[in-house]
């Protein structure tokens, strides 16, 4: 599984990939900065920050789309090239390639995230409990998004663009007014995470949230069903 | 080897249809140890046939085992089993060294480094061993992907036309090198397109034509059936009339026509006396040959025959 692992980094560290996630996971920090320069009064952490900028920016549309760009490629790739036999061929059981591929995913997109929603909580004064409570709200979400999207770039060649629709109108549309689909959003796990561990600091989060243990089971659900999904597709797909 | 060994790949009556359009229909055949070909034009269904030999694609209908186990779902069998697939497609940040330890490290060997030394050599690729895949020429990529199919030693080793890109070196190579494999009782199943990339190297042809095995036994059986259909081939010289009299004189020729631009239609059952007597008749008649060429060379055209006939 290492050695798939290994590969899997190796394909993923295209150099435009690699700058594109950047640069996304970079934005709140920057805009932190840029406001601190024009207006050092206006970047505190309040409950704007937390639903312009954590909620808003970083859970609904940095997260989902950074570990989108990198988790589709990770079979898209493969699918692509035509090589993903390279590795069907092989006495490995399904379930170890998905795992390698899902890990390698995670890895290389959660330090990115997490950094740059910690670096941007931190920049504005927020307390050492609220700073850790983002980065592990945000290791959560982008496990169980590494995992819908890996599935997503193995049965799709436009992974990217159903994921797109996907964000923006289930994650960022549906799940902001409709409370039933809190239960079946990440973004809704997220945010129930952030409020879960540190209701105090993450009180304007109240009204957009489940109940904690829901999400922490969704959120590992989540990331179960679609991994599971994966390996069963490496097992009944016809590879090209 | 005889058809008495006990078959390592056996397929029965496998089918493979895509909506209303049959790739493969109702083939079955068992394979021994030996060097086997699977021949046929593109688009024959030879590559989805080996597709679902290898477990890489459900048949729509009917088996296949391998060592009689069925391959779909059955990673484990691939540690005996050596697979090379048509796609060129490599991974190009890797050595070419590094692409064969990988493939001996996903295939479990011990000893990574002596089977890739061993693996390389064999493939005639030492020499470039240390340098990226991507900056490979076509026909060394082939024989490091070649090194990557067998660097765990397999039993089996099915190879979807191995020979692309290779120049005749290493045409010449690659035949040693499945005679000796074959030679240490492996079965090799080589795909191809080019009846004389197979013949002159399988024991037994299998010969796939619209999705049906046509035929199928000694090449030199299917070589003779073959050889009883004529082949067209254009002659194009600076005298057409003086060329269409002096081939309709030669041995062998079935009949010589003349198209309305000039140029020369000879039907022949023997081309390769063609080829060679049209260039000396030229030669003694001082006829300029501007072009030589098979109208036919497709196998489809070829194979046509046998399986109408």
Do not use: C
Request: hydrophobic content about 50%.
């Amino acid at each position: 599984m290492a050695q798939i692992f290994k590969l899997t980094l190796r394909q993923l560290l295209g150099r435009w990939r690699v700058l594109l996630i950047v640069f996304l996971a970079s934005l709140p920090t920057l805009i932190v900065l840029l406001v601190k320069w024009q207006n050092p009064w206006e970047a505190k952490f309040d409950q704007d920050f937390v639903q312009v900028m954590i909620d808003a920016m970083i859970i609904g549309g940095i997260m989902p789309i950074v570990t989108m760009t990198v988790a589709s490629a990770a079979f898209g790739n493969e699918l692509e090239d035509r090589t993903l036999y390279y590795l069907i061929l092989k006495p490995i059981s399904r379930v170890q390639i998905a795992l390698a591929k899902v890990a390698a995913t995670f890895v290389l997109t959660a330090p990115v995230v997490v950094a740059g929603g910690v670096v941007a909580t931190a920049l504005v004064g927020a307390d050492a409990g609220a700073v850790v409570t983002v980065g592990i709200a945000l290791l959560a979400g982008v496990a169980a998004y590494a995992s819908i999207f890996t599935w997503a770039g193995l049965i799709t060649p436009r992974a990217l663009s159903y994921g797109l629709v996907y964000v923006l109108v289930w994650e960022g549309l549906l799940s902001t007014f409709l409370t039933g689909i809190r239960y079946l959003s990440v973004r809704g796990y997220t945010l129930s995470l952030l409020h879960g561990i540190d209701a105090t600091n993450f009180e304007s989060l109240e009204d957009r949230v489940i109940a904690f243990p829901a999400a922490i089971i969704g959120a590992v659900g989540v990331a179960l069903v679609f991994f599971f999904l994966t390996q069963y597709r490496l097992r009944t797909m016809d590879v090209p | 080897m005889t058809d008495a060994s006990p078959a390592v790949i056996s397929v029965e009556s496998i089918s493979k249809w895509y909506g209303s359009v049959v790739a493969v229909n109702d083939v079955s055949f068992e394979i021994q140890p030996g060097i086997t070909g699977l021949l046929g034009p593109n688009g024959a269904g030879k590559t989805t046939l080996l597709k679902m030999i290898e477990g890489l694609s459900d048949p729509s209908d009917g088996t296949v085992t391998i060592f009689g186990q069925t391959p779909r779902g059955n990673p484990d069998l691939y540690s005996r089993v050596g697979i090379m697939s048509e796609h060129e497609a490599v991974y190009g940040f890797y050595t070419g060294r590094e692409f064969v330890e990988f493939s001996a490290r996903l295939h479990g060997v011990t000893d990574v480094s002596e089977a890739a030394d061993i693996a390389i050599e064999r493939a005639g690729m030492a020499e470039a061993q240390g340098r990226k895949l991507g900056g490979y020429s076509r026909g060394m990529r082939q024989r490091m992907r070649l090194a990557a199919a067998m660097v765990h030693r397999p039993e089996v080793l099915i190879l979807d036309e191995p020979l692309n890109g290779t120049d005749p070196r290493q045409r010449i190579e690659f035949h040693d090198l499945m005679r000796h494999l074959a030679s240490e009782g492996k079965t090799v199943l080589v795909s191809s397109h080019i009846l004389e990339e197979v013949e002159t190297l399988a024991d037994r042809i299998l010969l796939m034509v619209s999705g049906k095995l046509a035929a199928s036994g000694d090449y030199r059986a299917i070589r003779a059936k073959l050889d009883e259909q004529p082949y067209t081939v254009r002659v194009v010289s600076d005298s057409p009339r003086a060329m269409a009299s002096a081939l309709v004189e030669m041995e062998g020729i079935e009949s010589v026509s003349m198209a309305e631009d000039g140029e020369v239609v000879v039907l022949s059952k023997n081309v390769e006396v063609l080829q060679r007597s049209v260039a000396r008749v030229a030669s003694e008649r001082g006829i300029r040959l501007l072009r030589v060429e098979p109208l036919d060379e497709s196998l489809e055209s070829v194979f046509s025959y046998i399986v109408e006939g």
